[in-house]
């Protein structure tokens, strides 16, 4: 298991989100952006935004996806 904090995914907080593949984390950001939208919380608005763009168009999030799977790759186990 690895933890990437929401920050470190394009976040405003430090929430961790753990997971075995970077893609878990990733999908634990996009839940964690949908809840805070739902709760009113403006202050994760433009990740959430952002989250939605490369979910809408995948092929031009190729450079973001690639860098997250780097990023988790190169953390320590926890």
């Known amino acids: ?9 394009g976040g405003p907080c430090d929430l961790g989100h753990r997971g ?4 878990d984390v990733i999908n ?3 839940r964690h952006l949908k809840e805070a939208e739902t709760a009113g919380d403006t202050t994760h ?13 995948p092929k031009r999030s190729l ?12 953390l320590p186990e926890d």
């Open 63 to 74: 450079d973001w996806y690639r860098g997250a799977k780097q990023d988790f790759a190169e």
């Open 28 to 30: 634990a950001q996009d």
């Open 20 to 23: 075995e593949t970077a893609d």
């Open 45 to 57: 608005q433009e990740a959430r935004d952002a989250m939605k763009g490369r979910w809408r168009h």
């Open 1 to 9: 298991m690895k933890t990437m904090t929401c920050s470190q995914l």
